[in-house]
Nanobody, 123 residues
Framework: QVQLVESGGGLVQAGGSLRLSCTTSGRAQGTYDMGWFRQAPGKEREFVAAISRSGGITAYGDSVKGRFTISRDNAKNTVYLQMNSLKPEDTAVYYC????????????????WGQGTQVTVSS
């Protein structure tokens, strides 16, 4: 079992930056492949980024490519999502998720989820 806690959300102006963190407890984070998803009101949960347990493989959703960067520090049991050039359409609750069997883009593929952190981008 693993527990996930997101932090770093907040209110930012368009064009600004935020860095989200996801800290895990329980089993060592290096056991898991990790992902970030987001969900805006009235919309389905959307894939943002994913990273393999070693950090050697990353994947990004089309809407964030070139603006967001996922990284991890297994010694700190923390995964990061650096978000630059933020747009109002990036406004959502951002969730961290973990799975064991490789990088994936479908929310259904992930076994463990955090509670989410709100990101609001003003125009």
């Amino acid at each position: 079992q693993v527990q996930l806690v997101e932090s770093g959300g907040g209110l930012v102006q368009a064009g600004g930056s935020l860095r989200l963190s996801c800290t895990t407890s329980g089993r060592a984070q290096g056991t898991y492949d990790m992902g970030w998803f987001r969900q805006a009101p009235g919309k389905e949960r959307e894939f943002v980024a994913a990273i393999s347990r070693s950090g050697g493989i990353t994947a990004y959703g089309d809407s964030v490519k070139g603006r967001f960067t996922i990284s991890r520090d297994n010694a700190k049991n923390t995964v990061y999502l650096q978000m630059n050039s933020l747009k109002p359409e990036d406004t959502a609750v951002y969730y961290c998720a973990a799975r064991i069997l490789g990088v994936a883009q479908s929310p259904a593929a992930y076994n463990y989820w955090g509670q989410g952190t709100q990101v609001t981008v003003s125009s």
